[in-house]
């Protein structure tokens, strides 16, 4: 992929998850690696996320930690969060952290665990790992933390015990869809939970199915990007210049 496509369709996740409601203030960062070894990526400056253009960002060198400051710089979490991620889980081409409400809420619980109660919850069934040590703001040490819990190439998805969420892929397109459909599973779940009533969780054996079933489906994950920006286009071209 080009660099001006990698840029463009990290700009249209930023401003779809402003419109989902899943931002939060200036903070909270998107990733995408633009070299071979994933050293080098893109992240957001400190700017709403309504309104970020693909050459508002940054490309930033993990192992460089120069590479990350100056003015409008990303803030540090950026960094410590981020550069990890890249150094260390190759398969982490995109990294997606939000404090979106229901995963937050989610991550808030004595177990934090998303279980399989419906079709969109299976598709997170034995892919997601819970970060049980949260340690304060991620800076270097806590993004080194969570960087090892990603180890396991099957798990994409880590609800961060007191803090949120961090959704992984290989592409933009497969990093925002988890996103998009973990924050829609929580808010199922947390919903049902509302209502006091016990929840009717799948049968592991049919939860795996369906989750085996979900998994991989690059052609949908690449259309939802696609009308994602088509409507971006139609609306609020600049997010692309
Ligand atoms: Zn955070």
Not at 71 to 78: G, H
Not at 162 to 172: A, Q, R
Not at 202 to 222: P, R, W, Y
Request: glycine share 4%; with cysteine.
């Amino acid at each position: 992929m080009d660099h001006a496509t990698a840029r463009q369709d990290l700009a249209a996740a930023f401003r779809w998850t402003a419109r989902e409601d899943m931002h939060e203030a200036i903070a909270n960062h998107f990733s995408l690696a633009v070299n071979e070894d994933g050293t080098e990526f893109l992240i957001n400056p400190k700017r709403h996320f309504s309104r970020m253009k693909a050459s508002d960002l940054w490309v930033i060198d993990a192992k460089n930690p120069d590479s990350a400051k100056g003015t409008d710089a990303p803030d540090q979490t950026a960094w410590g969060l981020h550069a990890s991620l890249h150094r260390h889980v190759p398969h982490a081409r995109c990294a997606m952290h939000v404090h979106s409400t229901y995963a937050t809420v989610l991550a808030s619980l004595a177990d934090s665990r998303l279980p399989a109660i419906d079709q969109n919850s299976a598709m997170f069934y034995n892919r997601q790992v819970v970060d049980e040590h949260y340690g304060g703001l991620a800076l270097e040490e806590e993004g080194t933390r969570c960087a090892r819990l990603f180890q396991d190439p099957s798990i994409r998805t880590m609800i961060m015990g007191n803090h949120g969420v961090l959704i992984i892929g290989e592409t933009v397109a497969e990093a925002f869809t988890r996103l998009y459909y973990f924050e829609r599973a929580a808010r199922n779940y947390i919903l049902a939970l509302h209502t006091g009533r016990p929840v009717r969780e799948l049968s592991d054996e049919v939860a795996s199915k369906a989750a085996e079933q979900m998994e991989g489906a690059t052609d949908s994950e690449a259309a939802f990007l696609a009308e994602i920006r088509a409507v971006l286009d139609a609306e609020e071209p600049d997010y692309a210049h």
